[in-house]
């Protein structure tokens, strides 16, 4: 069993910069074969992916949306994963979930991933 929390969410302006950390617990998570990623949903959409890292390489991928703007990275030693969010738009406004699963192929696919945070919201405003 695998448990994530999310923490860093909140309001900024269009802009402006938002850290967000997601930690993992439980002795199940394999440090070898699994992904951590970040999705999205936003009110009235469907959840969309972020981000992803693969723990063993520290390979990422990013949503065409974020990248150049958003970047994930991870604490070995912490088992946390950062999502640090730079000039923000209005359309990042979202809940954010972490999710962890194994043996990934495709990390933007959300249905891969097997454990979900809680989730972390985040508005930008304009």
């Known amino acids: 069993q695998v448990q994530l929390v999310e923490s860093g969410g909140g309001l900024v302006q269009v802009g402006g910069s938002l850290s967000l950390n997601c930690e993992v617990f439980?002795?199940?998570?394999?440090?070898?074969?699994?992904?951590v990623g970040w999705f999205r949903q936003a009110p009235g959409k469907s959840r969309e992916f972020v981000s992803a890292?693969?723990?063993?390489?520290?390979?990422?991928s990013y949503a065409d949306s974020v990248k150049g703007r958003f970047t994930i990275s991870r604490d070995n030693a912490k088992l946390t994963v950062d999502l640090q969010m730079n000039s923000l738009k209005s359309e990042d406004t979202a809940i954010y979930f972490c999710?962890?699963?194994?043996?990934?192929?495709?990390?933007?696919?959300?249905?891969?991933?097997?454990?979900w945070g809680q989730g972390t919201q985040v508005t930008v405003s304009s």
């Open positions: 890292i693969k723990w063993a390489s520290g390979a990422t």
């Open positions: 439980g002795r199940t998570f394999n440090r070898y074969r699994d992904t």
């Open positions: 999710a962890t699963g194994r043996n990934i192929i495709s990390t933007m696919d959300s249905s891969a991933y097997n454990y």
